[in-house]
């Protein structure tokens, strides 16, 4: 990706001269004269970094450091000063420049500059966006193991995006993160947006960012999610449920990186890796209108599934040995194995909730086991299937349709989900943030949903 570097100097020679040499490094550069000029570019461009000479003719550059960081907090500053004027250099970098560069210089040495004020904003906004290691991806299974294989040719292809699709808590994320670590672009953010959680009229600002007078309230321009992740990987969950107006703006956004802020005239240019992810059957929403299909194939480059966990139950084993080691850990305790017959029912149990079913309940059996051995405490393993034990006696059941004659499968389907809602519903007294959570969806995804039916 290209960098933008803003010259702010009032000599010919050395605007000229790091223009053509910072722009042979690879760099996309401005240059200006003046601190006007210059602050006018800097809030048309917004500039990664800045190399702002000390004495301008309509001013000292030091004086409007305030300024430029006003228009963007993490542009970094670069003082361009002559021999004399050291101590000004260095009390600018107390008031929020990066560094200083000292007249006569080599452009070497200004790129050797740049490049670790960008290495230090990059390290800032990887450790405020992602921490810690990704989780792994456990299991030995044939599908698990193409899977891996995918993530490994993934990694390498770090400008192919894809489309991972599988059921809720099979470990979509997961792979999300796997790809993105071992990529070329793990130095930089891994940014998650849930399509799901956002309000629709929120969306475009949180994805884009908005300028000043935007909007009321808008004091300041911020970056939206998708310019913080500039060098790194954009994570779109549950993609199926943006809204039909973001559908067109993000797949304008895919044909070439560019986007305009809410409120912004000018085209801004990142370098990202777009992955979308799923549990909804997307053909199904396009049928009914509901997701647009060049948005679908543009997204579905690579597509990665993957199957429940009851279609790879050789990885259960596993899967609990591992987080048994984690628990132990996480809980402060010693819990070596666990007991043939709880392994066994285990191993037979449907996981409707897949993986994150398992985690829960096995970290549930931990925190109340008191030995070393994971023994079967007469509680259901999980819901299995079954009703609720809060489940009112005399909720409705589903009507069974008549296959006697032709089925509008997608209509039944539509009909199903709304019979779980009303009994989630029912069930949390109106609620929907705990309806929602009982359902395994967003608040907003569940609006969405009352909102179509």
Known sequence: ??????????????????????????????????????????????????????QLGDGFGMDYLETIKKLDGDIQVIMITAYGSVSQAVQAVRRGAYDYVQKPFDVDVIDITIRRALDHLNSRRHIALLSGEPPQLVGESPALQQIKRQIEVLARQENVDVLVRGETGTGKEVVVNQIHSKSGRRDFPLVKINCGAIPDNLLESELFGYEKGAFT??????????????????????????????????????????????????????????????????????????FREDLFY????????????????????????????NFNR????????????????????????????????????????????????????????????????????????????????????????????????????????????LLGISRFALRRRLENN
Not at 259 to 288: C, W, Y
Not at 299 to 324: G, K
Request: hydrophobic fraction near 40%.
């Open 330 to 437: 996480k809980l402060g305790k010693n819990v070596r194995e666990i007991a043939p017959t709880l392994l066994e029912e285990l191993l037979h149990h449907e996981w409707k909730g897949n993986v994150r079913e398992l985690k829960n309940v096995l970290e549930r059996a931990v925190l109340f086991c008191d030995g070393e051995l994971l023994e079967h405490n007469g509680q259901p393993v999980g819901e299995g299937g079954k009703q609720p034990k809060h489940l009112p006696a005399d909720a409705p059941a589903w009507p069974l349709a008549d296959l006697s004659r032709p089925l509008d499968l997608p209509r039944e389907l539509e009909r199903l989900e709304l019979f779980y809602i009303r009994q989630a519903l029912d069930l949390c007294q109106g609620n929907h943030s705990r309806a929602a959570e």
């Open 217 to 290: 309230g808008a004091n300041k321009s911020k970056k939206g999610l998708i310019d913080l992740a500039d060098g790194g990987t954009v994570f779109l969950d549950e993609i199926g449920e943006m809204p039909l107006n973001m559908q067109v703006k993000l797949l304008n956004f895919l044909e070439d990186r560019k986007f305009k802020r809410v409120g912004g005239l000018t085209d801004l240019e990142v370098s990202v890796r777009v992955i979308a992810a799923t549990n909804r059957p997307l053909e199904q929403a396009i049928k009914e209108g509901k």
């Open 1 to 54: 990706m290209k960098y933008r570097v803003l010259v702010i100097d009032d000599e010919y020679l050395i605007r000229v001269s790091l223009r053509e040499g910072l722009q042979d490094l690879g760099y996309q550069v401005w240059v200006a004269e003046t601190m006007e000029e210059g602050l006018a570019l800097a809030e048309q461009i917004k500039p990664a970094v800045v190399l702002l000479d000390n």
């Open 298 to 325: 543009r997204l579905n480059v690579v597509q990665i599934h993957l199957p429940p966990l009851r279609e790879r139950s050789e990885d259960i084993a596993l899967l609990c040995n591992f987080y048994l080691q």
